[in-house]
């Protein structure tokens, strides 16, 4: 088992231009759920796939924020024309159907200038 | 929007002591589950405790859980400074996803 991972662990960008980050998911996990972090704050949902079906997104995620997991295993997000009001932490996550519990990645933190 | 708050939302102890924190939330909860957040890092799954449980321990952490307050308490006994951390709590709704509060930061001095 070798955890939840996600690249790149670092992103500095200009205001304008498109990032994607990648995350793996635990092997066996169907489940995989992206999170925002901002400073000083928990995270917060942003979508949910099991496997390949993303089946629900919330309203933080803009029409600039797509996520695919093409074939159930791995996920991108990508971000379009990023504003400074996207720097964050981002997380991925993952888990089995019908385990409750959430494994997470280290994130990738962003920084849009 | 946090759908729970921890507190308090930093804490400063000596080596030793007991920590405890609390988290509290808005609505009913299938379970809730606390994690550990070091700085800059993912989070760390510690403890998950069933709506239907009262209490519940793992090694130096116990956790409580008053449904009919819509609360939940971690005390961490024996503190180390490794457990210098941001702890939060997740309440999760029927799809698994979870919604966080805001955390409570603890710095335990050597």
């Known amino acids: 088992d070798t955890g939840v991972s996600q690249d790149p662990r670092h992103k500095i960008t200009k205001r304008g231009q498109n990032v994607t980050f990648r995350c793996d998911p635990i092997s066996e996990h169907n489940r995989l759920y992206w999170y925002r972090q901002t400073l000083g704050q928990g995270p917060e949902f942003l979508t949910y796939f099991q496997n390949e079906a993303q089946l629900e997104k919330s309203r933080l995620l803009s029409d600039r924020f797509s996520a695919e997991r093409p074939k159930g295993s791995f996920s991108t997000l990508e971000i379009q024309r990023t504003e400074q009001g996207d720097s964050a932490m981002y997380l991925c996550a993952s888990s089995e159907t019908g385990y409750e519990t959430q494994y997470f990645g280290p994130g990738t933190r962003l920084l849009v200038l | 929007s946090q759908q729970g708050e921890e507190d308090p939302q930093a804490l400063s102890i000596q080596e030793g002591e007991n920590a405890t924190m609390n988290c509290s939330y808005k609505t009913s909860i299938n379970n809730l589950q606390w994690y550990r957040q070091n700085s800059g890092r993912g989070l760390v799954h510690l403890i998950l405790i069933r709506s239907n449980e009262r209490e519940k321990h793992s090694g130096r952490l116990r956790v409580t859980l008053d449904t009919s307050k819509k609360s939940s308490s971690l005390l961490i006994t024996a503190s180390r400074a490794a457990d210098t951390a941001s702890y939060f709590c997740?309440?999760?709704?029927?799809?698994?996803?979870?919604?966080f509060g805001s955390g409570t930061k603890l710095n335990v001095k050597p």
């Open positions: 997740a309440r999760t709704d029927n799809f698994n996803k979870f919604y």
